[in-house]
């Protein structure tokens, strides 16, 4: 953060407006495909078959944990898929093999854990970011107008 205060306030005001806007857009798009599979996915459980630990590896950026698979069988026994991967990581080993979970379908191999509102504070969260960027964009906006009414003075030779 150092470094940036050593920027030109314009270039510094943009890098911080285009980091705003790509962390805000990646919380509120991920909570938001959380919420649109709590909102249509057909409800039920993983019984699990296999989970290995998630440390730190490219495909887990957040936590260490287990990544885990299984079949999924809905509540209403309307959807059986018989090989899932349940997306993200789980904190525990789940002590009795299932877990709840959504799937989009028959056809689907990613099951959602069930969160039950889960999506909430990643959306929310991206939303004020995206506030305080557009905020920033406001800066930027008034430097620009800023640096375009000054005079441009050269110097005499």
Same mark, same amino acid.
């Given at each position: ?54 440390? %730190? ?7 260490? @944990?287990?990544?885990?698979? &299984?079949?999924? !069988?809905?509540?209403? $026994? #309307? =959807? ?36 039950? %509102? ?7 969260? @991206?939303?004020?970011?995206? &506030?305080?960027? !557009?905020?920033?964009? $406001? #800066? =930027? ?17």
């Amino acid at each position: 953060m150092f470094l940036l205060r050593l920027l030109p306030p314009l270039p510094r005001e943009i890098s911080l407006a285009l980091v705003g806007l790509v962390f805000g857009l990646f919380l509120t798009v991920h909570g938001a495909r959380q919420a649109y599979a709590e909102a249509t996915g057909v409800p039920g459980t993983v019984t699990v078959t296999d989970c290995v630990p998630a440390t %730190g590896g490219p495909g887990d950026l957040w936590q260490d @944990g287990w990544a885990c698979e &299984g079949s999924f !069988a809905a509540t209403d $026994r #309307t =959807v059986d898929v018989s090989d899932v991967t349940v997306d993200g990581v789980v904190d525990t080993r789940p002590a009795d093999g299932t877990l709840p979970a959504l799937v989009d379908g028959p056809g689907d191999h990613t099951a959602t854990r069930d969160g039950s %509102g889960s999506w909430k504070i990643p959306t929310l969260t @991206g939303v004020v970011v995206l &506030g305080f960027t !557009a905020w920033r964009l $406001r #800066t =930027v906006r008034t430097l620009l107008r800023g640096r375009r009414a000054a005079p441009a003075t050269e110097p005499a030779h």
